[in-house]
């Protein structure tokens, strides 16, 4: 029986779940599509008539938030909806978050040591970094647009509009390089030293130092964006069951843990074991200072803002 996702995940990520689930249920046979979030709302608004996917794993809250708004999502409410935060809950049990995904700045450690790596987010402006920032392309990212939101958001608190938020961005778009087109690029281009300096997520980037590449990484000392990554069911999908199979599944405790381990995945659960718990994770939850989001205001503006930086920012900045 087929099992479709669109998953902003990755390969490792999903070869990785595929395989264990495939072999903890034989009967299954898991297949994705390695999207960014933005996209993977971009494909299920078009296929609303005869929906493809029967799950949509991974994104932002902010673009499940437009899913709903579209008619795109089923409720679902797993055994396991009480053990996570609140907060990133959809309404009418329409999404659960499964990780918590914090984003960070990035860089390449052969060529910027340590102790010069930027330190929040105001330093990757500074002229040491100009034209040596590498960023993956907003339009389709659900992580870039959370750290974008960050940034308009504190000029709102701060000033009462977007405007010194998109000034902000125009000076970045000023540093950067190139922006890049998939994960996969930007971890090419940052390994090349073609960039040195990255705005991303923590799981991509632990990914890809356990597999040599040489990568460091801070979290912003004033703050960072911790994204509750979900899991929703496609409405209208043409394998519910076996859908409602899997949140189950990959929100369970083995699962769970099995992400956090082998390609760095945050919990979104708070009652996981603490002896199995990886080390790294509760590093991560001591060291991150959170940035307090209003996600609400950001799944009703981000697309407007987005579209805004698109037309009048993006290539303005030099």
């Known amino acids: 029986m087929p099992l479709t996702m669109y998953s902003p995940h990755g390969r490792d990520h999903l070869t990785l779940l595929e395989r264990e689930y495939e ?6 046979d898991v297949r994705w599509l390695d999207l960014g979030s933005q996209e993977v709302l971009d494909r ?7 929906p493809q ?5 991974g994104g932002p809250t902010t ?11 089923a409720p679902y409410r797993p055994s396991w909806a009480g053990r996570v935060d609140p907060s990133g809950v959809g309404p009418d049990d329409l999404y659960y978050p499964v990780y918590r995904t914090p984003t960070i700045i990035a860089y390449n450690r052969d060529a910027v040591p340590d102790s010069l790596a930027p330190r929040d987010w105001d330093d990757v402006l500074t002229p040491r970094w100009h034209d040596k920032v590498l ?7 659900g992580t870039m647009r959370a750290i974008w939101g960050l940034i308009l958001q504190r000029s709102l608190r701060s000033t009462g509009d ?3 938020g998109m000034a902000w961005l125009r000076k970045l778009d000023g540093q950067t390089r190139t922006y890049a087109l998939s994960p996969a690029l930007l971890d090419a281009k940052l390994a090349r030293q073609e960039g040195l300096v990255t705005l991303w997520d923590l799981p991509d980037i632990l990914i890809a130092q356990s ?9 912003p000392t004033s703050g960072t964006a911790v994204i509750d990554d979900a899991i929703a069911l496609v409405r209208n999908a043409r394998h519910p069951a076996e859908a409602k199979a899997f949140i189950e599944w990959v929100g369970g405790t083995e699962a769970q843990l099995l992400a956090a381990e082998k390609v760095f995945r945050l919990p979104a659960r708070h009652d996981l074991p603490e002896a199995r718990v990886p080390a790294w994770v509760r590093t991560v ?3 991150m200072v959170v940035e307090p989001m209003d996600w609400a205001l950001l799944a009703e503006r981000g697309a407007t803002w987005m579209g805004y930086w698109d037309q009048h920012v993006r290539g303005t900045g030099r």
């Not at 299920?44 to 005869?50: H, T």
């Not at 960023?135 to 990212?141: E, K, L």
């Open 23 to 28: 072999r903890l249920h034989p009967e299954i």
């Open 44 to 50: 299920l608004r078009l296929e609303r008539v005869n």
């Open 53 to 57: 996917a029967d799950l949509w794993f």
């Open 63 to 73: 673009l499940f938030q437009r899913g709903i708004q579209d008619s795109l999502l």
């Open 135 to 141: 960023i993956r392309d907003p339009v389709a990212s």
């Open 162 to 164: 977007t405007a010194a």
């Open 211 to 219: 597999k040599g590449m040489p990568f460091g990484y801070t979290f």
């Open 285 to 287: 939850e001591r060291e």
